[in-house]
C-alpha cells in the first residue's frame, strides 16, 4: 500500500509559480512512475504530467507543456510539479498519483494510489 500526500496549492495571481509536493509512503516509490492530475469543478479528471521511475523520462499535457516541469527525488520519496506562468484555466484541484507500472502512462485508470488533492487557485 502506498499513501500520498500532497502538498504547495493555494492562490496566486496570474504569471505566478507554484511548486506543488507529494511525498509518498512505502520503499517501492522508487519502482513506480508518478503523475500529477488536475480537476477542475464540474469537469472531468485530466492528466498534467508523469514521470518514470527514474526520473529520465517524463511526458506532459499539450496545455501545460513549457510551463510545468515535474521531477522527483527517489532518496526523499517525493515528487515535484513546478509551475510557472500559471493562468486562470489552471485553476483545478491537483492530484498525485502512483502507477505500479514503472513507464509514463497519462490515463487516470492506469495509475493504482491517488493522494488527496491540493487547491490550485489562478486569479486573472
Known amino acids: 500500500q502506498v499513501q500520498l500526500v500532497e502538498s504547495g496549492g493555494g492562490l496566486v495571481q496570474a504569471g505566478g509559480s507554484l511548486r506543488l509536493s507529494c511525498a509518498a509512503s512505502?520503499?517501492?516509490?522508487?519502482?513506480?512512475?508518478m503523475g500529477w492530475f488536475r480537476q477542475a469543478p464540474g469537469k472531468e479528471r485530466e492528466f498534467v504530467a508523469t514521470?518514470?521511475?527514474?526520473?529520465?523520462?517524463?511526458y506532459y499535457a499539450d496545455s501545460v507543456k513549457g510551463r510545468f516541469t515535474i521531477s522527483r527525488d527517489n532518496a526523499k520519496n517525493t515528487v515535484y510539479l513546478q509551475m510557472n506562468s500559471l493562468k486562470p484555466e489552471d485553476t483545478a484541484v491537483y492530484y498525485c498519483?502512483?502507477?505500479?507500472?514503472?513507464?509514463?502512462?497519462?490515463?487516470?485508470?492506469?495509475?493504482?494510489?491517488w493522494g488527496q488533492g491540493t487547491q490550485v487557485t489562478v486569479s486573472s
Open positions: 512505502g520503499r517501492t516509490f522508487s519502482t513506480y512512475a
Open positions: 514521470i518514470n521511475w527514474s526520473g529520465a523520462s517524463s
Open positions: 498519483a502512483a502507477c505500479t507500472v514503472g513507464r509514463v502512462l497519462n490515463r487516470v485508470y492506469d495509475y493504482d494510489y
